[in-house]
C-alpha cells in the first residue's frame, strides 16, 4: 500500500479521537499526489455512481440483478481512484484490527441512540416522513428477507465510499493546497459532506430539507467519525451497515409483533 500517512504535530491532531502516527491518504501527498484533475474525475465517479444508483432499480425487475446496481456504485468510484492513484487507492483501508470491531459496534450504537434523540425532537417541531426502506423490510420474508439485507449491505459501503471520498477531496482543497489548519478543515468538510448526504437523501423524505439535515446529516457526521480515528473505510462501512441492520431489525420484530397481537 506505500508509506502509512503520518502527521506528528499534535497540535493539529483530535487526540482524543485520532489514532497517533497516521493521517488521511492523499491530501498531503501521502501515499501518492493526487492532482485537482485527478480528484475531479473521481467526484465524477462518485456523482455518476449515485445517478446510477437512484435511476439503476427502474431498469432493472429481478431482485437478485439488483446487485449489479449496488455493485457498480460501489466500484465505480475507487476504480477511478485505482486509475489516478494506483495501487495506492488501497490506502482508504486500513489493516482491521480486533478492536476495530468493538468500534464499529460502539459507534453503531451510539449513531442509534443519536438517531433516536433527534427522530424524538423532530417529530415534535416538525412533520415527518417515513424512510421507505425502514418500512418495506418489515413486509420481506425467507429468502427476500435475506437478499435484502445483502443488498443494503453492499449499498451501504458504497455510501461510505460516497462521503469519504468527497472529504479526502475536500481536505486536498481547504488543508493540503488552501492552507487551512487541519482541525479547521477536517470540521469543514465533515459539515459539508454531511449536507451533501442530506441532500442527496432528499427523495427518501419526500424532500423534507429540515427532516434530511437533521436526521440524515446529523448520522453521517456520526459515522464519519470511525473514519477519522482508524482511517479506514472498512470500520465506518462496518458500523453503518450494523447501524441500519439494527433499524431493520427493529422494525421487522414490531411488524412481527404486531401481527401476533
Not at 459507534?107 to 434523540?117: G, K
Amino acid at each position: 500500500m506505500g508509506n502509512t500517512p503520518t502527521f506528528s504535530n499534535d497540535a493539529e491532531r483530535f487526540n482524543w479521537l485520532e489514532r497517533p502516527d497516521d493521517d488521511f491518504p492523499f491530501y498531503r501527498g501521502q501515499p501518492v499526489w493526487l492532482s485537482t484533475g485527478a480528484w475531479l474525475l473521481v467526484l465524477l465517479a462518485v456523482a455518476l455512481g449515485f445517478l446510477e444508483l437512484l435511476y439503476g432499480p427502474g431498469l432493472v425487475s429481478a431482485g437478485p440483478a439488483r446487485f449489479v446496481v449496488v455493485f457498480l456504485y460501489v466500484a465505480m468510484p475507487l476504480a477511478v481512484l485505482s486509475l489516478v492513484a494506483g495501487q495506492h487507492w488501497r490506502a482508504l483501508f486500513r489493516p482491521i484490527r480486533a478492536i476495530d470491531f468493538l468500534w464499529m459496534i460502539g459507534f453503531a450504537i451510539l449513531n442509534l441512540l443519536v438517531t433516536l434523540v433527534t427522530g424524538t425532537i423532530m417529530t415534535r417541531l416538525i412533520e415527518t416522513t417515513a424512510n421507505k426502506a425502514v418500512a418495506g423490510a418489515s413486509q420481506l420474508a425467507g429468502s427476500d428477507l435475506l437478499l435484502f439485507f445483502a443488498q443494503t449491505g453492499v449499498q451501504l459501503v458504497g455510501e461510505e465510499v460516497m462521503s469519504i471520498l468527497p472529504f479526502l477531496a475536500l481536505m486536498y482543497w481547504l488543508c493540503g493546497r488552501g492552507g487551512m489548519r487541519r482541525k479547521r478543515a477536517i470540521i469543514v468538510a465533515a459539515l459539508i459532506v454531511a449536507a451533501l448526504f442530506a441532500v442527496e437523501h432528499l427523495p427518501t423524505y419526500n424532500w423534507n430539507l429540515l427532516q434530511a439535515l437533521l436526521g440524515v446529516g446529523v448520522a453521517r457526521i456520526v459515522l464519519l467519525l470511525p473514519y477519522i480515528m482508524t482511517k479506514s473505510l472498512a470500520v465506518s462501512a462496518g458500523a453503518h451497515i450494523l447501524n441500519d441492520w439494527m433499524f431493520f431489525g427493529v422494525s421487522i420484530l414490531g411488524s412481527a409483533m404486531a401481527a401476533t397481537k
